[in-house]
Nanobody
């Protein structure tokens, strides 16, 4: 059974930084896409950033230049480094794995507020 567990969310002031982590357990895939999504209250869940098994990355326009997605294959983990955070980045952030099926983590709250 594949499980994704996020960590690293919290409360941060505007302009601050946070690093989210997502650990995958239960299976190992050689070909996959992993991503971070976010969902603010009353809004749809949107893609923030993705990374393929080949290392290709993609970002939403709203986070380009501020967020960086990365992976550690040895640890079966991906990360989202978030810098220059804005109040509009406030949301629940979800880790997603697409590989012979689609899997989601439980989400981690990120709140950007002074």
């Amino acid at each position: 059974q594949v499980q994704l567990v996020e960590s690293g969310g919290g409360l941060v002031q505007p302009g601050g930084s946070l690093r989210l982590s997502c650990a995958v357990s239960g299976s190992i895939f050689s070909i996959y896409v992993m991503a971070w999504y976010r969902q603010a209250p009353g809004k749809q869940r949107d893609l923030v950033a993705s990374i393929t098994s080949g290392g290709r990355t993609n970002y939403a326009d709203s986070v380009k230049g501020r967020f960086t997605i990365s992976r550690d294959s040895a640890k079966n983990s991906i990360y989202l480094q978030m810098n220059s955070l804005k109040p509009e980045d406030t949301a629940v952030y979800y880790c997603n794995l697409f590989a012979l099926g689609e899997y989601w983590g439980q989400g981690t709250q990120v709140t950007v507020s002074s």
